[in-house]
T-cell receptor
Framework: AQSVSQHNHHVILSEAASLELGCNYS??????LFWYVQYPGQHLQLLLK??????LVKGIKGFEAEFIKSKFSFNLRKPSVQWSDTAEYFC?????????????FGTGTRLTIIP | ETGVTQSPTHLIKTRGQQVTLRCSSQ?????VSWYQQALGQGPQFIFQ???????GRGNFPPRFSGLQFPNYSSELNVNALELDDSALYLC??????????FGPGTRLTVL
């Protein structure tokens, strides 16, 4: 079964710092990869996704992620964070080989930005 | 806003009771998935419905059941509630490429 690991449980940064959140998945076949964000009191929102093509994908609010197949990784990056980026970030993977589109999530990374 | 709505927003039940949670999918989406998110955890897949048929199930007991209606809205039913069922229940709808859009969730508390 596929699994997703997010090694950073809680990250604290100052505004304008650069951000990289790690995500590794375990599955040897074709995957679709996602990052979702959950702002305090709000629902899960899609930040970006990778299906195929250019492994560097850009999402909303200045976020980007790079798919490195050889490392089974899909790390999220942002060059300069803002206080409003404080949220919980979830990496997720879909493997479509099993006939359904089940999202497998990591445990999440809580990001706190200090003004 | 994703266009996915869920009701109710909060619910308090006691052990042994039954609960029904509802989800309206985004317009044009024919697939609905349900997830359970315990505090401090990522969402866990419960099951998925595609065109009114169950299309995959996670590691949840049979007392978790669901329905999808012709308009693609969906229900999640949980029988014989246990304390550990306390969680945020999320519904997500999707269409062609499998990208799932989530509703705000229903917070269930079991006492």
């Amino acid at each position: 079964a596929q699994s997703v690991s997010q090694h950073n449980h809680h990250v604290i940064l100052s505004e304008a710092a650069s951000l990289e959140l790690g995500c590794n998945y375990s599955y040897g076949g074709t995957v679709n990869l996602f990052w979702y964000v959950q702002y305090p009191g709000q629902h899960l929102q899609l930040l970006l996704k990778y299906f195929s093509g250019d492994p560097l994908v850009k999402g909303i609010k200045g976020f980007e992620a790079e798919f490195i197949k050889s490392k089974f990784s899909f790390n999220l990056r942002k060059p300069s964070v803002q206080w409003s980026d404080t949220a919980e970030y979830f990496c997720a993977v879909i493997t479509t080989n099993f006939g359904n589109e089940k999202l497998t999530f990591g445990t999440g990374t809580r990001l706190t930005i200090i003004p | 806003e994703t266009g996915v709505t869920q009701s109710p927003t909060h619910l308090i039940k006691t052990r042994g009771q039954q609960v029904t949670l509802r989800c309206s999918s985004q317009s044009g989406h024919n697939t609905v998935s349900w997830y359970q998110q315990a505090l401090g955890q990522g969402p866990q897949f419960i099951f998925q419905y595609y065109r009114e048929e169950e299309n995959g199930r996670g590691n949840f007991p049979p007392r978790f059941s669901g329905l999808q209606f012709p308009n693609y809205s969906s229900e999640l039913n949980v029988n014989a509630l246990e304390l550990d069922d306390s969680a945020l229940y999320l519904c997500a709808s999707s269409f062609r490429d499998g990208t799932q859009y989530f509703g705000p969730g229903t917070r269930l508390t079991v006492l």
